[in-house]
């Protein structure tokens, strides 16, 4: 199970920081952010590896999104900074088994998902 929150309405510039905690199975699991705008298709935001630090990001938040992970406390971060209007979405945490270095970036690869966080960015 996962619970994703800290999304909220915060002007452009701004920063927020979601944070996805995991109960149950969490041993070698990836885990990913995704976003959903209205109309649009639900896409990779970040993706980061069980261990050892590896991680991906979507082209558009490259040097403004940091996602990290607490394994110890079974919870995955997304810091948010620099935000724009079109970051607007609803942002998903989703977690996977996986080996210990893998990430993953389709929706598909998924199978636990968060129930969502609204992220509204006024300009």
């Known amino acids: 199970q996962l619970q994703a929150s800290g999304g909220g309405l915060v002007q452009a510039g701004g920063s927020l920081t979601l944070s996805c905690a995991a109960s149950?199975?969490?041993?070698?699991?990836?885990m990913a952010w995704f976003r959903q705008a209205p109309g649009k298709e639900r896409e990779v935001v970040a993706a980061?590896?069980?261990?050892?630090?590896?991680?991906r990001y979507a082209d558009s938040v490259k040097g403004r999104f940091t996602v990290s992970r607490d394994n110890a406390n079974n919870t995955v971060y997304l810091q948010m900074n620099s935000l724009k209007p079109e970051d607007t979405a609803t942002y998903y945490c989703a977690a996977t088994p996986g080996a210990y270095y893998n990430t993953y970036v389709h929706p598909r690869q998924y199978n636990y998902w968060g129930q969502g966080t609204l992220v509204t960015v006024s300009s």
């Open positions: 149950g199975r969490t041993f070698s699991t990836a």
């Open positions: 980061i590896s069980w261990i050892g630090g590896r991680l």
